[in-house]
């Protein structure tokens, strides 16, 4: 008989000691956060206020192009544009499309302008006569054209690469 309230007693005992633990909370817990952000330039270069009113003649000629480099590449893709070998853009055929055939004479059009503006600004600062950079340039455009697109080669003759 000792043996069975022995074993009672151990099968109860942990039971009866194990105390309740309540770890929730009356309310919600209740985060305040405030964040303030403040955004600061320090190349001397005073920027835009913001996206809107930053227009494409505030750009320089750079940014232009950076920006419009998927259009040109949408217009290389479709063979409707060529490097030439001037380092200028040359509509090698154009759309049926009255809209597409504007849009694209547009885009060529702009981007030649800025290439002629970059062309001038950068042989000045890297020290390089005119022809000479508008030449590199040119040969490093046919160089990274992708298979297929329009290169004009140094005799004048067009190519798809």
Same mark, same amino acid.
């Not at 885009?107 to 950079?133: H, I, Q, W």
């Given at each position: 008989?000792?043996?069975?309230?022995?074993?009672?007693?151990?099968?109860?005992?942990?039971?009866?000691?194990?105390?309740?633990?309540?770890? &929730?909370?009356?309310?919600?817990?209740?985060?305040?956060?405030?964040?303030?952000?403040?955004?600061?330039?320090?190349? &001397?270069?005073?920027?835009?206020?913001?996206? %809107?009113?930053?227009?494409?003649?505030?750009?320089?000629?750079?940014?232009?192009?950076?920006?419009?480099?998927?259009?040109?590449?949408?217009?290389?893709?479709?063979?409707?544009? &060529?490097?030439?070998?001037?380092?200028?853009?040359?509509?090698?055929?154009?759309?049926?499309?009255?809209?597409?055939?504007?849009?694209?004479?547009?885009?060529? %059009?702009?981007?030649?302008?800025?290439? %002629?503006?970059?062309?001038?600004?950068?042989?000045?600062?890297?020290?390089?006569?005119? =022809?000479?950079?508008?030449?590199?340039?040119?040969?490093?455009?046919?160089?990274?054209?992708?298979? &297929?697109?329009?290169?004009?080669? =140094?005799?004048?003759?067009?190519?798809?690469?």
């Amino acid at each position: 008989m000792k043996r069975s309230w022995f074993w009672l007693t151990v099968s109860v005992l942990p039971v009866a000691c194990a105390p309740t633990v309540n770890i &929730g909370t009356p309310e919600p817990v209740k985060i305040d956060v405030n964040m303030r952000a403040d955004i600061y330039t320090h190349d &001397g270069k005073e920027k835009p206020k913001d996206a %809107a009113t930053a227009s494409a003649e505030a750009l320089t000629p750079a940014l232009r192009r950076y920006n419009r480099r998927a259009e040109i590449q949408d217009l290389k893709n479709n063979r409707v544009v &060529g490097e030439g070998n001037n380092g200028l853009l040359s509509i090698r055929e154009l759309p049926q499309d009255e809209k597409y055939a504007a849009y694209a004479k547009k885009t060529v %059009a702009d981007e030649n302008a800025d290439r %002629a503006g970059e062309f001038k600004s950068k042989s000045d600062e890297l020290k390089k006569p005119l =022809d000479v950079y508008v030449k590199d340039f040119a040969k490093n455009m046919y160089q990274s054209a992708y298979p &297929g697109e329009w290169v004009q080669q =140094d005799d004048g003759k067009w190519v798809k690469r």
